[in-house]
């Protein structure tokens, strides 16, 4: 048997192995990444580099919802967002959600206090596992706050891309009503 | 891998020209599945994000000669903006059948484009109006008819080097129409799609069906004779025959496959169904 020389690494290979350093601007606060992979989804960096977990990793095609965020103010899911594309965007979690009374910004007040929204999930009952509570509770933000005051059908086109499989939706749907008569836009 | 995110569409241009490797990224919602599943690993990205000009859209013309211009980054979410929809009906409808709201928001009429899916919701529509593509490369630029640019089964006319900067869709007075099943409402690839559009001042019909065939199907006989079969000053009820007439046509001119979604049988009943309908809906709307 003939054994062939070692191939030389291609230029793509070794730009491939180059880590790259970046920036991410978070939740008001810009991190430094590195050691990722450069194919990194945002929500791989979210949660493995930069120490926001809120953000759940379940079907990695936008099926789910579970990873919702919220990229220069637009609703995505951070699997299908690469993470070194996303420089230069205002990125928010569910970590950096502003309670009611917080400023904007206000990274020592955001996660520490609940926000209306995930007030009424715990209070309608939308938490049973958990697992998708943190997508919902970033995709209600966005609806009420492009929508103050929406009608049935509006919020379950709103919410059709986040999975449920514990709630039948239902006492999420409660949440979002509670959500609305609260902040005084109700009927 | 590099990742390129300029923020001058010539400098896009011209750096795909210089590195054709390069994987375009627009919306994600396609590359980005493929990625996170191991299925492509590409050697650089050139992300359209920052490219301002390809997110947005205008008129050009008037009357007859009016289209409306789409950025190739334009949303879905920004086809249904109340604006373009009251132009491009059909395209909003089928924008509206996309996903999610989270994939609406991020995936792209290029990007729908590029892809190339036979099950791609934006191409019937784009085909049914007689819409073209806008392409650049280093060496210039061409515009190809949608049914030209897409050849087959996520294949395109779409050269080394060369980028989709633009669909431009001509707007036709009348009502449009856009269906498609599925196993339920949202988040679902079409079984089966159908466009269809009736240009009052043209006294056209067109009809254009997806997921049934290679790429997009229309059977221009089919729509003559529908057109001919039409009394477009007074608009009065359809007749039953015709309308069915026209269903067993479109079904006849599909050519669906059976995979995991549905059977060829299946398809081309729904085929006749949808055309039915839209001709139906169309017809009777104000």
Redesign the interface.
Known sequence: MTTTPPTPATPAADADAAPAVYQLTVNGITHTVEGTRPTDSLLHVLRDRLGLPGAKNACEQGECGSCSVLVDGVLVCACLELAEAAVGCEITSVEGLTPVGAEPGDAALAGAVLTDVQQAMIEAGGVQCGFCTPGFVVAIHDLLDRVPDPGPFEVREALAGNLCRCTGYGRILAAVEQVVTVRGNGP | ???L?PTRLDDAVAALGADP?LTV?A???DL??A???GQR?????L?L??VHELHDWHVEGEGHDAQAVLGAATSYTTLLDPALAALLPALAQASRTV?????R??GTVGGNLGTASPAGDTLPVLVALDATVELASASGRRILPVSEFVTGPKQTALAPGELVTAVRVPVARGPQEFLKIGVR???VIAVANCALVLDLDRRRLACALGAVGPVSIRDHDAERWAASHLDWDARPDLDPGMVDGFGRRMAAASRPIDDHRATAAYRRHAVDVLARRALARAWAAP
């Open positions: 891998m590099t990742v995110a490797s990224l919306g994600g919602t980005m599945v990625v996170n599943y690993r590409p050697a650089g990205v992300s994000r920052r996903g999610s709201p989270q994939i928001n991020t409402n949202a988040m």
